[in-house]
């Protein structure tokens, strides 16, 4: 198993700029969820996944769309970049509620100038 | 989910247990205790986690106190590549599988 990819592992933006961080799991894990990291910071939650179709908002999702088409993807869109988006973004998954380890992906490291 | 109280950062020799407190006093019956932690800037990796009695793998133990209101974990024979941030984090099962991660513990393993 590959487990839990994210694509690219960096990017530079323009404030203005939209993109999508691309994250896939390969462990038919139902819940799926993006955090971020701001340096010397914890992690924040954006959004989240418990199935495929379903997605909700977590602490800091204002500027991050989300979609689960299917149960491997979980792409984040950015809409129109600003430079507080600057950050290390991290997803992960897991198989479900408590009792269950969430995987990370090695992360994403954005900069938006 | 409860807040949980972590020292900023800790020492520990290579080869000796490295003790990680962490306070929960608000934690309510349903709540999971877990830990994570990350290297440098990877992506966090769990560690282990309990509800109400101590739990031990391959990588630590969980010491979790009668009350739950705080719990340890334990690196028996800390390394150097054990330096990394360590997350107490406690979960009601309700939330689905969000974490939320506070600041942690800045564990330096020193030779």
């Known amino acids: 198993n590959a487990g839990v990819t994210q694509t690219p592992k960096f990017q530079v933006l323009k404030t203005g700029q939209s993109m999508t961080l691309q994250c896939a799991q390969d462990?038919?894990?139902?819940?799926m969820s993006w955090y971020r990291q701001d340096p010397g910071m914890g992690l924040r939650l954006i959004h989240y996944s418990v199935g495929a179709g379903i997605t909700d908002q977590g602490e800091v999702p204002n500027g991050y769309n989300v979609s689960r088409s299917t149960t491997e993807d979980f792409p984040l869109r950015l809409l129109s970049a600003a430079p507080s988006q600057t950050s290390v973004y991290f997803c992960a998954s897991s198989y479900g509620l408590a009792g269950y380890e969430q995987y990370f992906g090695p992360g994403t490291r954005l900069t938006v100038t | 989910d409860a807040k949980t109280t972590q020292p900023t950062s800790m020492d520990c020799a290579e080869g000796r247990a490295a003790n990680l407190p962490c306070n929960h006093s608000t934690i309510s019956g349903n709540e999971y205790v877990y830990w994570y932690r990350q290297i440098h800037s990877q992506g966090p990796q769990y560690i282990i986690h309990?509800?109400?009695n101590n739990e031990t793998n391959e990588m630590a133990s969980l010491i979790i106190t009668e009350d739950r209101k705080s719990s340890t974990l334990i690196l028996p024979h800390a390394t150097l590549r054990d330096t990394a941030v360590y997350y107490c984090?406690?979960?009601?099962?309700?939330?689905?599988?969000?974490?939320?991660f506070g600041g942690g513990t800045r564990l330096m393993v020193k030779p």
């Open positions: 984090i406690v979960r009601v099962v309700e939330a689905g599988n969000m974490l939320t």
């Open positions: 462990m038919n894990h139902e819940y």
């Open positions: 309990g509800l109400k």
